[in-house]
């Protein structure tokens, strides 16, 4: 497209997580017209997510989450039954016994909680790109020109243009489907805080150690 052309949008930004949410409120925030088009392939096991990309959804937030309901397990912090854990009660110093036995969390307690918070973000990002003045769509984008992308809505495949574009897709986790049994046993970050039960047992990569703790 020529300089002298007209544009759809001044700005449009591919992917809803915290890159893309940001610059697209910014130039929104500047007087820019602005278009984010964010979609969530479903992982291996159908899972899929909102608004909010890899942290929100199946990273630092539910990671830290599950941390908060450990420590309040130990600790016995009130909060603890509300999270699905049961909370440490120290020993007596008369007796020598345990008023109350440490017992595990409820695994499908704690997940429900969690994914209920997650939901609750999800929303007021969305909200978020309204009250600043951007346009919000929930498609699979792809490039098909310097500054035109391609979606499809309702079955309906469109096109539009920006002056400017910006990929903020991040990655998604890799199961190598040429290995046998992969994708039929293996569970990775974008699905173990949605399981119906605890994994028991993680691997040895930095965030399956976070995970562990």
């Known amino acids: 497209m020529g300089s002298t052309e007209k544009f759809d949008y001044d700005y449009i930004v ?6 893309g949410l940001a610059s697209g409120k910014q130039a929104a925030g500047l007087g820019a017209r602005v278009l984010v088009l964010d979609f969530v ?8 997510w909102g608004l909010g990309g890899t942290c929100v959804n199946v990273g630092c937030i539910p990671k830290k989450l599950l941390h908060f309901a450990a420590q309040t397990r130990q600790f016995g912090v009130w909060e603890a039954p509300m999270l699905g854990c049961n909370p440490y009660v120290a020993l007596n110093p008369f007796s020598g016994f345990p008023e109350n036995q440490l017992k595990p969390c409820d695994w499908q307690t704690l997940v429900e909680r969690v994914q209920s918070y997650i939901k609750q973000l999800n929303f007021s990002y969305r909200v978020g790109l309204q009250n600043a003045g951007c346009t919000y769509t929930r498609a699979l984008a792809r490039l098909v020109g310097p500054h035109t992308v391609e979606y499809e809505e309702k079955g309906v495949k469109k096109e539009v243009s920006a002056k400017h574009l910006l990929l903020a897709v991040g990655g998604r ?3 190598p489907p040429e290995v046998p049994g992969a994708r ?4 990775t970050s974008d699905e173990i805080f949605s399981l119906k039960q605890s994994p028991g047992k993680t691997s040895a990569s930095p965030f399956s150690a976070q995970l562990s703790l």
């Open 173 to 175: 986790p890799h199961v």
């Open 41 to 48: 392939k479903p992982s291996i096991r159908g899972l899929s």
């Open 14 to 19: 591919i992917g809803g997580g915290s890159g």
């Open 184 to 187: 039929e046993f293996c569970v």
